[in-house]
């Protein structure tokens, strides 16, 4: 069984957290990319939500700048490609 301890990893390792939610929302994107359909777009801009509050919690933990702004740079060109394949979906 696993091991319960009175935070979260997510909260202890908050880079760790941004960094697998970046992960999730690109999957969530390609999906939505190579399958334009409302459902999957609508999961995509919920997984970049997710990650861009992992990001924001990372921040205020003064994590690695780096690794943040990195991950924070793939979220915008995730939002961009998203809001591309969101504009073909409403137009079909």
Known sequence: ????????WKKDSPNTF???SVEKANRSVK??????????VEHAFNSIAR???AFLNA???GEQVENIQLNKEQLDSMR?????????????
Request: hydrophobic share 30%; net charge negative; aromatic share 0%.
């Open 1 to 8: 069984m696993a091991k319960r301890s009175e935070t979260s």
């Open 18 to 20: 941004l960094s697998n």
């Open 31 to 40: 999906q939505a990319m190579s399958h334009p359909e409302e459902m999957a």
């Open 51 to 53: 990650a861009e509050k």
């Open 59 to 61: 921040e205020q933990h």
């Open 80 to 92: 961009q490609q998203l809001n591309e394949v969101n504009r073909i979906v409403e137009e079909q």
